[in-house]
Nanobody
Framework: QAQLVESGGGSVQAGGSLTLSCAISRAIYYGNACLAWFRQTPGQDREAVAAINNDGRSENYADPVQGRFTVSLANAKNTLYLQMHNLQVEDTGIYYC???????????????????WGQGTQVTVSS
């Protein structure tokens, strides 16, 4: 069964760090895949944060998180991580793991290009 399950969300003060995890079922990462993190706040569109190919190559980052967030895969390639440092209040939101069954493309930030989504995990950053 194709499934993505996020964990690791929580509350942190501005300047702090969190690491999110996403367990990916074999049905999804078998073959080529683009694995991504998105986030959403109430009333806003879901926005891309970062993405990586399931071969561990081709990291992509949205401008607001460049230099602060790092996307990575576990060696077994069935867990996706998002290390978040120097968190800011504007990073608050529900973070979603997503997967597309092709390597990341130039339009990796387009949420409609992803076939599978997790249920989301809340990240709250306070000032």
């Amino acid at each position: 069964q194709a499934q993505l399950v996020e964990s690791g969300g929580g509350s942190v003060q501005a300047g702090g760090s969190l690491t999110l995890s996403c367990a990916i079922s074999r049905a999804i990462y078998y073959g080529n895949a683009c694995l991504a993190w998105f986030r959403q706040t109430p009333g806003q569109d879901r926005e891309a944060v970062a993405a990586i190919n399931n071969d561990g190559r081709s990291e992509n980052y949205a401008d607001p998180v460049q230099g602060r967030f790092t996307v990575s895969l576990a060696n077994a390639k069935n867990t996706l991580y998002l290390q978040m440092h120097n968190l800011q209040v504007e990073d608050t939101g529900i973070y979603y793991c997503a997967a597309a069954q092709h390597f990341c493309r130039a339009n990796w930030q387009n949420r409609y290009g992803y076939n599978y989504w997790g249920q989301g995990t809340q990240v709250t950053v306070s000032s």
